[in-house]
């Protein structure tokens, strides 16, 4: 078995990719395909904690008649409903796992506490960051780099329905450029897509990588794990 190149790593699941074509709600078969290429990960090893969004059932831009608040919490809760799905696959596959809120909601998961979380890792649980950051005006975008930097994540694996960062959105731009690998600032100076620019500065700041790629493939999953170049390497200036 290939050994991993990564000790710990946060995956930063959108809720889109937890819904297929469906394009919402959660489609069975795409989350039981990401679920057996997390397990594969955890056999070589390696540390996993999950940051998921909500966007399959939730997106604040949804709401543009709501108030911001309202519409943002109401998106924390739909990662909530990600994170106890993603929890009951992992779990039926055998592997142990903590889903941590950052809206305390003792009944069904745990308030994140960072000891705590890295103690479950350590023991080779696998810890679901729901909730956000607990704060509306902060995407999962933010909590995905907030997390990694506590938790001491080795990098970001950015989940898309894209395969990789472009200049332009490739289905509408035929001429959009590829890219292997970028910086934080050109992100930044480039107004790209990839992560908002709150979480980009966070990573640039605390020079955690990021790895952009297709979900669409789970088992891109493992190939990245493994050393292999797949999608967009993002990382310092």
């Known amino acids: 078995m290939s050994k991993a190149r990564y000790k710990r790593i946060l995956l930063k699941l959108s809720g889109e990719a937890l819904a297929g074509d469906k394009k919402t709600g959660i489609d069975a078969n795409v ?3 990401i679920c057996d290429e997390i397990k594969k990960v955890k056999e ?3 540390e996993i904690a999950i940051v998921v969004g909500g966007g399959n059932f939730w997106r604040g831009k949804y709401g543009t008649e709501m108030e911001r608040t309202t519409s943002d919490y109401m ?3 739909a990662t909530v ?3 106890l799905a993603l929890q009951d696959a992992l779990e039926s596959r055998g592997m142990y796992t903590r889903l941590q809120t950052s809206i305390e909601m003792r009944q069904i998961a745990e308030p994140y506490i960072k000891r705590k979380a890295l103690k479950h890792l350590e023991k080779g ?3 679901i960051f729901a909730c956000g950051t607990g704060n509306p005006y902060f995407t999962t975008d933010t909590t995905a780099a907030l997390r990694a930097a506590e938790v001491e994540a080795d990098v970001i694996l950015v989940a898309k329905t894209i395969d990789a960062v472009y200049s332009a959105d490739p289905k509408i731009d035929p001429n959009a450029i590829r890219y292997e690998k970028i910086t934080y600032l050109d992100i930044l100076n480039k ?3 990839v992560m908002d620019s709150t ?3 966070l990573c640039r700041d605390n020079n955690i990588p990021l790895i952009v790629f297709g979900i669409d493939n789970p088992d891109n999953i493992l190939k990245i794990v493994k050393g292999e170049k797949i999608g967009t390497l993002v990382e310092g200036d």
Do not use: C, D, E, W
């Open 191 to 193: 107004n790209l897509k």
């Open 81 to 83: 409903m990600n994170g």
């Open 199 to 201: 979480a980009t500065s």
């Open 75 to 77: 998106g924390m809760l």
């Open 125 to 127: 649980r696998i810890v």
């Open 31 to 33: 989350l039981g395909r």
């Open 44 to 46: 070589l090893g390696v």
